[in-house]
């Protein structure tokens, strides 16, 4: 959702989900706009599927020249909540944070998230959704990309359970 590379970044806050929105007002009005997204995971009627979702709800990237841009305009488009300011002036956004995002963009534009687990085996976990809901195990591995393999107590034995990497939180 850009129109042309821009030097000098800024941070726009939108009202809630009118992320989308207001990156099409703001394109526009002729400004660059960066709104970072991946496919988040959506379980919904016992299906499952990848949506476009922004990175960081409510925010998103503005480019243009502060000497000679209207910038003010921001303030009052459609969708916008505010421009992150310092005092009067907007706050510079460092352009490496833009280039690695873009960076970490797949073919289709979405960020690609680090899918590695935040566990080792043997981490104590927690399963948090499921039949298993509430349960205590062991982190075991990771069994494919979405999913991971833990081992629950139950019955007085250890026994493996493949889950959701979602369905399971740090104890």
């Known amino acids: ?3 042309v590379e821009s030097s000098r970044w800024y941070v726009v806050q939108t009202h ?3 992320e989308s929105k207001a990156a ?3 394109l526009r009005q002729g400004y660059d706009v960066y709104l970072p997204r991946y496919l988040k995971r959506r379980r919904h009627a016992r299906r499952v599927e990848n949506v476009p979702a922004p990175l960081f709800p409510r925010y998103l990237f503005v480019g243009f020249d502060v000497a000679a841009a209207r910038w003010r305009s921001i303030q009052s488009t459609q ?3 505010s421009l992150v300011c310092n005092s009067n002036e907007p706050a510079v956004l460092p352009a490496r944070v833009v280039a690695e995002l873009r960076r970490r963009e797949d073919d289709n ?3 690609r998230l680090d899918l590695r687990p935040q566990y ?3 981490d104590k976990v927690r399963v948090v959704d499921g039949v298993f809901g509430d349960s205590f195990g062991l982190f075991e591995g990771i069994a494919d ?3 991971v393999t833990i081992l629950l107590d139950l019955l007085g034995r250890k ?3 493949v889950l959701d990497r979602e369905a399971v939180a740090a104890a």
């Open 120 to 122: 080792a085996p043997g």
């Open 24 to 26: 099409a007002h703001l």
């Open 16 to 18: 809630v989900h009118s």
């Open 79 to 81: 969708g916008v909540s």
């Open 109 to 111: 534009g979405f960020i």
């Open 159 to 161: 026994v493996r359970v």
């Open 1 to 3: 959702m850009t129109t």
């Open 145 to 147: 990309r979405d999913r």
